[in-house]
């Protein structure tokens, strides 16, 4: 390659340093629910999306092995379930999934694959999507592929349900669409905060164009009685059209869900280029995956625990009189001011902590945050000294 066409991109990676927003992988040494980053001391994990602590946890893991004495599962699907990947287990799973939903299951290889695909397959030149200004990136692309064939796609201000309302009416009355998908999330990933799910079905309810996504990434295994998401809490699982979330996070494992309607289940095989063209999961990831949830329903006492956690980690943001939009695990800390967030990431970093600084552009210009995941396999005394060392650096990066 001529050195031209490698310098228009070491350009642009210049401008991200220069503007300090060049990532970088990091060496990582993980240790149950500590963590090496870049050659530091063990610290306490608290950016993971193992909310339950089961991916730290030898004993599941332990057990999940001896089990694959008597069957073994292959490394490869070698093919995409249309072809010859449709591996047994593939169908256990979803026949799992929709016996704890009461309603049809259907697999990707990630949630990633899930919003890519599913928006684009459901939608045409008469479907207007209104999704929520902070949706997830895999949701902004699956919605870039849908306009492509003439979707409308318009953002509503972050949990703004009244705005939500007037775009609804605007176009139930419009004759030129058809369908009106809404899509959100339930938890969302920076704030912490959740859609309130009552208020969205009851407006499914009066406009009758209107399909609810919910994407539930965060809340799965979390959430709800059995831990199936706050579709559980809120009661409306047979309200929500597309219930889209992720084996990756709590649930330890890899993979995507979407729990839908048979009619639409049976169309997504057909139309979603992401499950046709791509290599399903290898059987054995699977095999995991059930284990796994098996265990789900039985885990209220990590599901208390954790929410336990969470609301003690809100009261002591509030008291240092910092916004609060947290509901859920996922609690940030802003700060507001990039270099009092990135000292105050290293000052927790010093005292064994493992927290993310988030920066623009993930989020909002002014926003600037700690982003701290909580998970069930903290116990209280270690919440207790943590909840003291981060009030002291808040304050004394505050000052
Ligand atoms: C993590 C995440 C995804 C992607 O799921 P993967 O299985 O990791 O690809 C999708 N949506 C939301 C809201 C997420 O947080």
Redesign the pocket.
Known sequence: MNDQLLNFYAEQLSALKASHNHRQLQRLKHQGQRIGVNDSKPLLNLAS?DYLGIASQTSLYEEFLELLHEQRWPFSASSSRLLTGNFENFERLETKMASLFGRPCLLFN??????IGILPAICDDKTVILADKL??A??IDGMQLAAKHGTKTIRYQHQNLPQLEGLIQKYQSDNGICRIIVVT?SIF?MDGDITNLSHLSHLKAQYPKVMLYV?E??AIGVRGGRGLGCVEEYGVINQVDFIVG????ALAS???YCICHPILRDYLINKMRPLIFSTALPPINIAWSCFILEQIPLMNQRRKHLMKLSDDLSKVVHLAKLPCPSASQIIPIILGDNTRTLNAAADLGRQGYHVLAVRPPTVPKGQSRLRICLNSAINDDTMTKFTQVLTQIVSSESK
């Open positions: 999306n990630s949630g990633y694959h899930a919003n949706v997830h895999s949701i999330e990933s994407d990434a965060h992720a084996f990756g996070k890899v993979g995507g």
